[in-house]
């Protein structure tokens, strides 16, 4: 029988978040894993050779592809999944859209470009309509939607319903970061077993600007960055997937802990997403428990794709503190890619009958 399934290529298929896109596609309804490309390190390797395999059984359809080079000739796919370092993003992404492919990127290189949409579907899929102005202003048939850096994501899911309601001004975000968030290998183990690393390059920066605009308003035309200040310390721990991070938030109109308690909870993100193949059940769980969330036992709630919140409390400085946590490798990546994806295809962006 034909497979009609719609076929993807994952670039950068060969590290951590490469291969959370192949575990994660492994039987998805829409989507086919047809081509896995990398590095000229890898090219031409079969993905069994060419890949140090992290988690479970590798799926024995993907294990004998031939990795191929991550450039538009080799990689014949109308739906990308790009899991590069942001060293070999940068031209690759691009090329790619020009030729009419859907690019689904996790690199930083294009996230804050006024015309690339910085997605959390649940938050903020309207930003997709921005793909009209990218398209007109670049003359690509194709686009590139983008997701952010995963602990920017783990906080904007928790901040995403108090934002609606009351209006996030400022914010204290220090996170846990871990070890699968630096990729494979990542930090030498001599470094981070029984450590804290108090440093992780370029990642303040990234929360300090990408949450205004995820949190942002589409206008018809551009996307209104949401008006508040960050101040983020990243620090990397001895965990292996989950980022927890401690928030603490000032707000427009001050709300109770029961009020931010009830927003929390009752918050489903937007229609769009609902019953998506990726889609949780339920995008944000509030845990009751004095000390939850915690990565070891909440990590894979909704398979990875639901973050949760707890110790939501009054603060002494600003209004209210909080924990949030969500699967790095999963929600903060190749499982909020495939998610875009989705809506891509529900808005008839992916079409269906996509053939490469
Ligand atoms: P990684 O484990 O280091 O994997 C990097 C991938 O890029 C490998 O497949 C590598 O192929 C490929 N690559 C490197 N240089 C290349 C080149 N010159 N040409 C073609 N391919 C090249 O990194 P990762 O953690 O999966 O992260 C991938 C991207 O996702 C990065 O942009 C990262 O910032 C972003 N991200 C990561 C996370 C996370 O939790 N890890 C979360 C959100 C976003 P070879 O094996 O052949 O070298």
Same mark, same amino acid.
């Given at each position: 029988?034909? #497979?009609?399934?719609?076929?993807?290529?994952?670039? @950068?298929?060969? @590290?951590?978040?490469?291969?959370?896109? =192949?575990?994660?596609?492994?039987?998805?309804?829409?989507?086919?894993?047809?081509?896995?490309?990398?590095?000229?390190?890898?090219?031409?390797?079969?993905?069994?050779?060419?890949?140090?395999?992290?988690?479970?059984?590798?799926?024995?359809?993907?294990?004998?592809?031939?990795?191929?080079?991550?450039?538009?000739?080799?990689?014949?796919?109308?739906?990308?999944?790009?899991?590069? #370092?942001?060293?070999? %993003?940068?031209?690759?992404?691009?090329?790619?859209?020009? #030729?009419?492919?859907? $690019?689904?990127?996790?690199?930083?290189?294009?996230?804050?470009?006024?015309?690339?949409?910085?997605?959390?579907?649940?938050?903020?899929?309207?930003?997709?309509?921005?793909? /009209?102005?990218?398209?007109?202003?670049?003359?690509?048939?194709?686009?590139?939607?983008?997701?952010?850096?995963?602990?920017?994501?783990?906080?904007?899911?928790?901040?995403?319903?108090?934002?609606? !309601?009351?209006?996030? !001004?400022?914010?204290?975000?220090?996170?846990?970061?871990?070890?699968?968030?630096?990729?494979?290998?990542? $930090?030498?183990?001599?470094? =981070?077993?029984?450590?804290?690393?108090?440093?992780?390059?370029?990642?303040?920066?990234?929360?300090?600007?990408?949450?205004?605009?995820?949190? @942002?308003?589409?206008?018809?035309?551009?996307?209104?960055?949401?008006?508040?200040?960050?101040?983020?310390? /990243?620090?990397?721990?001895?965990?292996?997937?989950?980022?927890?991070?401690?928030?603490?938030?000032?707000?427009?109109?001050?709300?109770?802990?029961?009020?931010?308690? /009830?927003?929390?909870?009752?918050?489903?993100?937007?229609?769009?997403?609902?019953?998506?193949?990726?889609?949780?059940?339920?995008?944000?769980?509030?845990?009751?428990?004095? #000390?939850?969330?915690?990565? !070891?036992?909440?990590?894979?709630?909704?398979?990875?794709?639901?973050?949760?919140? @707890?110790?939501?409390?009054?603060?002494?400085?600003?209004?209210?503190?909080?924990? /949030?946590?969500?699967?790095?490798?999963?929600?903060?990546?190749?499982?909020?890619?495939?998610?875009?994806?989705?809506?891509?295809?529900?808005?008839?962006?992916? %079409?269906?009958?996509?053939?490469?």
């Amino acid at each position: 029988m034909s #497979d009609s399934r719609i076929p993807v290529a994952i670039l @950068g298929a060969t @590290g951590a978040v490469g291969q959370t896109f =192949i575990r994660l596609l492994a039987g998805h309804p829409w989507f086919r894993v047809a081509e896995v490309a990398a590095s000229e390190r890898s090219a031409g390797k079969s993905y069994r050779d060419a890949t140090r395999w992290i988690e479970g059984e590798m799926p024995a359809d993907v294990a004998a592809l031939l990795v191929t080079n991550c450039d538009t000739t080799s990689v014949k796919s109308p739906v990308v999944f790009s899991a590069l #370092d942001a060293a070999a %993003a940068g031209e690759r992404e691009p090329a790619f859209a020009t #030729d009419g492919r859907v $690019v689904l990127s996790n690199a930083k290189n294009y996230r804050m470009d006024d015309d690339v949409p910085l997605v959390i579907p649940e938050v903020n899929a309207s930003h997709l309509d921005i793909l /009209a102005t990218q398209r007109a202003r670049r003359g690509w048939s194709g686009a590139i939607v983008t997701n952010a850096n995963c602990a920017s994501t783990t906080a904007v899911v928790a901040m995403a319903p108090l934002h609606e !309601r009351f209006g996030v !001004r400022q914010l204290f975000l220090t996170t846990m970061q871990a070890v699968s968030g630096g990729g494979y290998p990542g $930090v030498p183990s001599l470094d =981070i077993l029984g450590n804290v690393v108090p440093y992780i390059g370029d990642e303040e920066p990234k929360l300090e600007r990408e949450m205004q605009k995820m949190l @942002g308003t589409f206008t018809g035309s551009a996307i209104e960055y949401a008006p508040f200040a960050v101040s983020a310390h /990243a620090n990397r721990v001895p965990v292996e997937n989950g980022h927890t991070m401690c928030l603490t938030l000032g707000f427009e109109t001050k709300p109770t802990v029961e009020q931010a308690l /009830a927003a929390l909870r009752e918050w489903r993100g937007a229609e769009i997403v609902r019953g998506l193949p990726s889609a949780p059940d339920v995008p944000l769980r509030v845990r009751d428990e004095l #000390d939850r969330p915690q990565p !070891r036992r909440d990590v894979m709630d909704g398979k990875g794709m639901t973050t949760s919140v @707890g110790r939501v409390r009054a603060d002494n400085i600003l209004h209210l503190r909080l924990v /949030a946590m969500s699967h790095n490798t999963i929600r903060g990546a190749a499982g909020g890619s495939i998610l875009n994806a989705e809506v891509l295809v529900k808005q008839g962006v992916i %079409a269906r009958s996509a053939r490469s």
